[in-house]
């Protein structure tokens, strides 16, 4: 069944092509595509275009529909093209011809626009509230390790003092600035595009405000033409912001790899967290880190491929955005489980409390001698030069205790203020009130 099929067959290969993958893929949209058609025939019923008994039929089959959807049991027939097509073909099947009355006032085009926000603001979501495990863990670790020093690098070559809770705490305020990547691009996509049809509107006298509330968006994207051009920028900044909390993970699974040989020695985990070699009996390879680093490192090649598919298309829909679906729809589960898995290493990370005793660290103390001598009165060039000088001679001798006292440096972490950031964004997202529109849209009462 297609929603545009009239009369005569369709040739099978053109059939194969067009709709790729869609039917796979659309099973994750389908509880949004009930969803969705739940506001939608609310709405008509509000201006006419259906009955209070045929909504209250619809709506009833609808959350039946629902039911089955989260319990696995809704599936994407052979020969139907879309999950659009599927549930309007049940309805049919099961009611009448009241079923056929679903799609009036809307197009395939703003279905699936609906469909994907209402998606990707639940996925987005489920990433956020995965984030927070990792930035706690991170900042539970960066205080517990806060007094143990590593050796900090420029250029891979050993450098200044640093700290497992600088390393650590770095990690954790990197968290809060993808969380406003995240903040942008959950309010870009937490706008309804329900009624722009198929990108010009309607006349029939649609309520699309009453959608909106209906679906506990924060807002309209109330442009029609804009609405269908939204398709593939929104993907675009989704996927930017995903990049960004991959970026994240990435650098964390770089120095997790580095800081893990045994030529650094700086932690370890236990053997049941690492793999081995099959001839060599003494390894014990980070694979989950190195795993993390190359799914993020593809992960942030998606903003670039959603560019290259809509950057040169005129407004308007086009078929191209199909072929977003194939790569935005799974980013999601790699993020989470990325997230997931990162924190639950992280639970069980070992330190080494030893690490700078090493004779090879000490001259990362040399910034803090030239440092503690201007202190005392010489230039900071003559310290500099004298310093050098010494460590040349072999005559370098390193501080015993350190003062760092600043905002942010090892004596300073400011975590405190880092979680009041972090705190802070998180209350600006709307999950309350979605939580609140979704539950009264499945539960409603449709005659009161």
Same mark, same amino acid.
């Given at each position: 069944?297609?929603?545009?099929?009239?009369?005569?067959?369709?040739?099978?290969?053109?059939?194969?092509?067009?709709?790729?993958?869609?039917?796979?893929?659309?099973?994750?949209?389908?509880?949004?595509?009930?969803?969705?058609?739940?506001?939608?025939?609310? +709405?008509?019923? #509000?201006? !006419? /275009?259906?009955?209070?008994?045929?909504?209250?039929? =619809? &709506?009833?089959?609808?959350? %039946? *529909?629902?039911?089955?959807?989260?319990?696995?049991?809704?599936?994407?027939?052979?020969?139907?093209?879309?999950?659009?097509?599927?549930?309007?073909?049940?309805?049919?099947?099961?009611?009448?011809?009241?079923?056929?009355?679903?799609?009036?006032?809307?197009?395939?085009?703003?279905?699936?626009?609906?469909?994907?926000?209402?998606?990707?603001?639940?996925?987005?979501?489920?990433?956020?509230?995965?984030?927070?495990?990792?930035?706690?863990?991170?900042?539970?670790?960066?205080?517990?390790?806060?007094?143990?020093?590593?050796?900090?690098?420029?250029?891979?070559?050993?450098? +200044?003092?640093? #700290?497992? !809770? /600088?390393?650590?705490?770095?990690?954790?305020?990197? =968290? &809060?600035?993808?969380?406003? %990547? *995240?903040?942008?691009?959950?309010?870009?996509?937490?706008?309804?595009?329900?009624?722009?049809?198929?990108?010009?509107?309607?006349?029939?006298?649609?309520?699309?405000?009453?959608?909106?509330?209906?679906?506990?968006?924060?807002?309209?994207?109330?442009?029609?033409?804009?609405?269908?051009?939204?398709?593939?920028?929104?993907?675009?900044?989704?996927?930017?912001?995903?990049?960004?909390?991959?970026?994240?993970?990435?650098?964390?699974?770089?120095?997790?790899?580095?800081?893990?040989?045994?030529?650094?020695?700086?932690?370890?985990?236990?053997?049941?967290?690492?793999?081995?070699?099959?001839?060599?009996?003494?390894?014990?390879?980070?694979?989950?880190?190195?795993?993390?680093?190359?799914?993020?490192?593809?992960?942030?090649?998606?903003?670039?491929?959603?560019?290259?598919?809509?950057?040169?298309?005129?407004?308007?829909?086009?078929?191209?955005?199909?072929?977003?679906?194939?790569?935005?729809?799974?980013?999601?589960?790699?993020?989470?489980?990325?997230?997931?898995?990162?924190?639950?290493?992280?639970?069980?990370?070992?330190?080494?409390?030893?690490?700078?005793?090493?004779?090879?660290?000490?001259?990362?103390?040399?910034?803090?001698?030239?440092?503690?001598?201007?202190?005392?009165?010489?230039?900071?060039?003559?310290?500099?030069?004298?310093?050098?000088?010494?460590?040349?001679?072999?005559?370098?001798?390193?501080?015993?205790?350190?003062?760092?006292?600043?905002?942010?440096?090892?004596?300073?972490?400011?975590?405190?203020?880092?979680?009041?950031?972090?705190?802070?964004?998180?209350?600006?997202?709307?999950?309350?009130?979605?939580?609140?529109?979704?539950?009264?849209?499945?539960?409603?009462?449709?005659?009161?």
């Amino acid at each position: 069944m297609k929603l545009w099929q009239k009369d005569g067959a369709i040739n099978k290969e053109i059939e194969r092509f067009t709709v790729g993958k869609d039917r796979e893929l659309d099973l994750l949209l389908a509880k949004h595509d009930i969803t969705g058609t739940i506001a939608h025939i609310t +709405m008509l019923e #509000s201006i !006419g /275009l259906l009955t209070s008994q045929e909504l209250n039929t =619809l &709506v009833t089959e609808l959350r %039946s *529909l629902y039911t089955e959807v989260i319990k696995g049991d809704f599936l994407i027939e052979d020969g139907i093209e879309d999950v659009h097509s599927q549930v309007e073909l049940i309805l049919t099947k099961r009611l009448g011809d009241v079923g056929k009355k679903i799609h009036s006032g809307r197009s395939r085009n703003d279905q699936v626009l609906v469909d994907l926000k209402l998606f990707t603001r639940t996925e987005l979501r489920e990433v956020v509230e995965l984030v927070i495990p990792l930035f706690n863990e991170l900042q539970k670790l960066s205080e517990q390790y806060k007094n143990i020093m590593i050796p900090g690098y420029t250029h891979y070559q050993v450098a +200044m003092p640093s #700290s497992f !809770g /600088l390393w650590f705490g770095a990690y954790a305020e990197s =968290l &809060v600035d993808d969380m406003h %990547s *995240l903040l942008a691009a959950f309010r870009i996509t937490n706008k309804n595009p329900l009624g722009s049809a198929a990108g010009y509107g309607s006349s029939f006298p649609l309520n699309r405000t009453m959608t909106t509330e209906l679906l506990g968006f924060d807002d309209l994207n109330y442009n029609v033409v804009y609405a269908q051009m939204g398709r593939g920028k929104t993907e675009r900044c989704v996927a930017q912001a995903i990049s960004s909390v991959a970026s994240t993970l990435s650098k964390l699974a770089q120095d997790v790899c580095l800081y893990n040989c045994q030529n650094f020695n700086l932690i370890k985990f236990p053997d049941h967290l690492t793999t081995g070699s099959s001839i060599m009996p003494h390894k014990k390879n980070p694979d989950v880190f190195e795993l993390i680093r190359a799914k993020c490192n593809k992960m942030m090649a998606l903003p670039v491929e959603i560019s290259m598919i809509t950057n040169n298309l005129a407004s308007g829909y086009h078929r191209d955005l199909q072929i977003i679906k194939e790569s935005f729809l799974p980013v999601f589960e790699d993020i989470k489980s990325c997230l997931f898995i990162a924190k639950y290493m992280l639970e069980n990370i070992e330190v080494n409390a030893k690490a700078v005793n090493d004779e090879k660290y000490k001259y990362m103390f040399s910034v803090d001698v030239v440092n503690n001598m201007v202190i005392n009165g010489t230039t900071f060039r003559d310290a500099y030069k004298q310093v050098g000088l010494d460590i040349e001679a072999g005559n370098f001798q390193p501080l015993e205790d350190l003062e760092h006292s600043h905002e942010g440096s090892m004596g300073n972490l400011c975590n405190d203020r880092i979680k009041n950031m972090m705190e802070q964004i998180m209350s600006e997202f709307s999950f309350e009130k979605i939580d609140v529109a979704l539950a009264n849209l499945l539960d409603m009462n449709i005659d009161n």
